[in-house]
């Protein structure tokens, strides 16, 4: 049972960084899902893809991965150039604003 550790990435519908300053240990599925003939849910026997720890930094979960005898793959983060502008959207309200409202 393998076990994957990344940073994950930021929600695509939001500009905001949020839930992405820790870093995942998470199981692969041992088997495939399958659903459910009266209800049509999807689920399987594998309880290990319901786990997803959270660590503080790559290193306390490599450690913890090692210490349990976890197999385990780390996956870097792609860095991203943030995009944070001198004042932002908040300067359209601001109230030392100079010149007219445009919009």
Same mark, same amino acid.
């Given at each position: 049972?393998? !076990? ?7 929600? +695509? ?10 870093? =995942?240990? &998470?199981?692969? @599925? !041992? &088997? @495939?899902?399958?659903?459910? /003939?009266?209800?049509? #849910? %999807?689920?399987?026997?594998?309880? +290990?893809? %319901?786990?997803?720890?959270?660590? !503080? $930094?790559?290193?306390? @979960?490599? $450690?913890? @991965?090692?210490?349990?005898?976890? /197999?385990? %793959? =780390?996956? &870097? ?8 502008? !001198? ?6 309200? +601001?109230? $030392?604003?100079?010149? +007219? #409202?445009?919009?």
């Amino acid at each position: 049972m393998l !076990a994957r550790i990344y940073k994950p990435s930021r929600n +695509a519908m939001t500009s905001g960084t949020g839930n992405t300053k820790y870093w =995942v240990l &998470e199981f692969e @599925a !041992a &088997e @495939a899902k399958r659903v459910d /003939p009266l209800m049509g #849910w %999807q689920g399987s026997g594998d309880t +290990a893809g %319901q786990v997803r720890l959270r660590f !503080a $930094d790559k290193d306390t @979960a490599i $450690d913890y @991965a090692r210490r349990h005898g976890i /197999p385990h %793959q =780390v996956i &870097e983060p792609k860095s991203r150039r943030p995009n944070v502008r !001198a004042r932002g959207y908040g300067d359209n309200f +601001a109230h $030392d604003r100079r010149g +007219a #409202w445009t919009h």
